[in-house]
């Protein structure tokens, strides 16, 4: 069974850091593209990072390039978000995604459960 663990949400304020962690089991975590996507209530989810398996090159959306880092950990099945001067924007709930594609899609094989994110100003 295919479990992908989100930890590390939580309120924060602007300007503040803080690491979201999505630990993998159940699948062969090196042939997987893992990436992120966030929500807000009734709006559509929101693509935020990947980094493919192919190579670990990775990609972000505009809204967080520069102030969002990704990285994996091959040894540990574990993706790290690094959010750094975050913005009330940045406030959602963020998903873990596990994709087979070389490149995440809008539709990964599997999702996280979430965790939640506030910035407040």
């Known amino acids: 069974q295919v479990q992908l663990v989100e930890s590390g949400g939580g309120p924060v304020q602007a300007g503040d850091s803080l690491t979201l962690s999505c630990a993998a089991s159940?699948?062969?975590?090196?042939?997987?593209?893992m990436g992120w996507f966030r929500q807000v209530p009734k709006t559509d989810r929101e693509y935020v990072a990947d980094?493919?398996?192919?190579?670990?090159?990775?990609n972000y959306a505009g809204a967080v390039q520069g102030r969002f880092t990704l990285s994996r950990d091959l040894a540990k099945n574990t993706v790290y978000l690094q959010m750094n001067s975050l913005k009330p924007e940045d406030t959602a709930v963020y998903y873990c995604?596990?994709?087979?594609?070389?490149?995440?899609?809008?539709?990964?094989?599997?999702w996280g459960q979430g965790t939640q994110v506030t910035v407040s100003l």
């Open positions: 159940g699948l062969t975590f090196s042939t997987y593209t």
């Open positions: 980094i493919s398996w192919n190579n670990g090159s990775t």
């Open positions: 995604a596990a994709d087979l594609a070389i490149a995440m899609t809008n539709y990964p094989d599997y």
